[in-house]
């Protein structure tokens, strides 16, 4: 997870972290969540791929990243709770 907010715990709080976690499958096209919503949740990918849309002011949808098994989307809302994605 390098670069990752995750990457700078140790490994007993990476531990504590993901033994809180409950699996979530998903099919392709699932949304997790909008932009602008609130979450409490960060995701691990630990298979597969998801990419990140935005939505453009002209109301295209734009390809922003995509996310490979590993990789952690969100972990910002594990430290400021209820704040909308931006």
């Not at 849309?53 to 400021?80: S, Y």
Request: net charge neutral; with cysteine; hydrophobic share 40%.
């Amino acid at each position: 997870m390098p670069g990752s907010i995750v990457s700078l715990l140790n490994e007993e709080e990476k531990t504590q972290l993901f033994s809180k976690r409950w699996r979530l499958y998903c099919d392709a096209g699932h949304q997790l969540f909008e932009r602008g919503e609130p979450t409490e949740n960060m995701y691990l990918v630990e298979k597969g791929k998801v990419s990140l849309f935005r939505l453009m002011p002209n109301g295209d949808e734009k390809l922003f990243r995509v996310f490979m098994a590993g990789e952690v989307i969100a972990e910002m809302a594990m430290l400021i709770p209820q704040k909308p994605i931006r």
